[in-house]
T-cell receptor
Framework: QKEVEQDPGPLSVPEGAIVSLNCTYSNSAFQYFMWYRQYSRKGPELLMYTYSSGNKEDGRFTAQVDKSSKYISLFIRDSQPSDSATYLCAFHTGGFKTIFGAGTRLFVKA | GAVVSQHPSWVICKSGTSVKIECRSLDFQATTMFWYRQFPKQSLMLMATSNEGSKATYEQGVEKDKFLINHASLTLSTLTVTSAHPEDSSFYIC????????????FGEGSRLTVL
């Protein structure tokens, strides 16, 4: 079993749709949960950062962590064409290394 | 959020030459920086962890003599691709964290290397 599983997509949605991006993980030691957005030919940008189970909201973005199921999600409301990017989930144990998912490519069609 | 600057954003070089890429944390000090390589449509591959004032820690399969990393100050790490060959062509990205143990990483813009 891989340490992190993330569907690479691509995921194509119409503008205004609610987008749900997900990752599962197997390492119980993960304490920090993150979502990064990466536009083509750019470095990743930190979108959401959470520590505990539950929801965290920031504008149109909601990050959800379910430690009991080892499952994290990122929801994007009212998706826009500018949201078209690759979204990477990431996990950290509190040590030095961050583990990244493969990334999900999202396309929001106008 | 914290800012990490990476330079150059793209470089083209001849086979056999060396190329240096700089990564700077502009508004925070970073005792640790990370270097990644990314192939098209693939995720980030960690190459090495750069530690200020000490030797870098390389991931398995990454050639230390090929990819030289220097972390001379708390705000600057450099990656030198020595004797570059076409197979070294890739997108190289650095990251740094204001806190060493939370995983909250801030990335540079990336450097696209093309070796002819």
């Amino acid at each position: 079993q891989k340490e992190v599983e993330q569907d690479p997509g691509p995921l194509s949605v119409p503008e205004g749709a609610i987008v749900s991006l997900n990752c599962t993980y197997s390492n119980s030691a993960f304490q920090y949960f993150m979502w990064y957005r990466q536009y083509s030919r750019k470095g990743p940008e930190l979108l959401m950062y959470t520590y505990s189970s539950g929801n965290k909201e920031d504008g149109r973005f909601t990050a959800q962590v379910d430690k009991s199921s080892k499952y994290i999600s990122l929801f994007i409301r009212d998706s826009q064409p500018s949201d078209s990017a690759t979204y990477l989930c990431a996990f950290h144990t509190g040590g030095f290394k961050t583990i990244f998912g493969a990334g999900t490519r999202l396309f929001v069609k106008a | 959020g914290a800012v990490v600057s990476q330079h150059p954003s793209w470089v083209i070089c001849k086979s056999g030459t060396s190329v240096k890429i700089e990564c700077r944390s502009l508004d925070f000090q970073a005792t640790t920086m990370f270097w990644y390589r990314q192939f098209p449509k693939q995720s980030l591959m960690l190459m090495a962890t750069s530690n200020e004032g000490s030797k870098a820690t390389y991931e398995q399969g990454v050639e230390k003599d090929k990819f030289l990393i220097n972390h001379a100050s708390l705000t600057l790490s450099t990656l030198t691709v020595t004797s570059a060959h076409p197979e070294d062509s890739s997108f190289y990205i650095c990251s740094a964290s204001p806190a060493s143990n939370t995983g909250e990483l801030f990335f540079g813009e990336g450097s696209r290397l093309t070796v002819l």
